[in-house]
C-alpha cells in the first residue's frame, strides 16, 4: 500500500493548500474524524449527498486516506451540512461500487476524486441527529 508519487503530491496539496482554505467556507461540507494517534478531532473538507438519515461519500484513496484509518480506529464522526452538525457512525463499504455511487453524488465533488483517485471507497455516514 505505498504511495505513489502523484498520490505524495495530492496529499501534500490537499493537507497544506486546499483543505485549509475548504475548511474556512462556512458551508462546506466537513468530516470530523477522532485521530487515532492523538485523540484529537481533525476535520477534513469532502463532497457527498445526504440521502434521509445517511451521508454517503466516497474517498479517493480509500485504505490510504487519514480519515479512513481514523474511522477504523473510531467510527464515531460528526458531518458538518448547510452549516450544521450531525453526530453519526461511519460504515466503510469495500464491496460497494465505487464508481457507480458517485454517478448519484454532487458531479462538481467529484471532479477531484475522478481525477486523482487511485483507491476509490464508499463510506455511509449513518446519521443520529
Known amino acids: 500500500m505505498t504511495d505513489t508519487p502523484r498520490d505524495r503530491v495530492t ?3 490537499q493537507k497544506n493548500v486546499a483543505n485549509r ?3 474556512r467556507l462556512p ?3 466537513l468530516l470530523e474524524t477522532t485521530g487515532r494517534k492523538s485523540g484529537e478531532p481533525r476535520t477534513t473538507p469532502l463532497g457527498g449527498r445526504r440521502i434521509g438519515d445517511t451521508f454517503w461519500f466516497v474517498s479517493e484513496f480509500g485504505e490510504k486516506s487519514d ?3 481514523n474511522i477504523k480506529a473510531d467510527p464515531h464522526v460528526r458531518v458538518r451540512l448547510n452549516g450544521r452538525w450531525h453526530r453519526g457512525t461511519a460504515h466503510l463499504l469495500p464491496d460497494d461500487d465505487a464508481r457507480a455511487r458517485m454517478r448519484t453524488l454532487p458531479q462538481y465533488n467529484n471532479v477531484g476524486v475522478r481525477a486523482f483517485g ?6 455511509r455516514v449513518d446519521l443520529i441527529d
Open 21 to 23: 482554505l475548504m475548511r
Open 11 to 13: 496529499k501534500f496539496f
Open 118 to 123: 487511485t483507491n476509490l471507497l464508499t463510506v
Open 27 to 29: 458551508f462546506q461540507t
Open 67 to 69: 480519515y479512513i484509518r
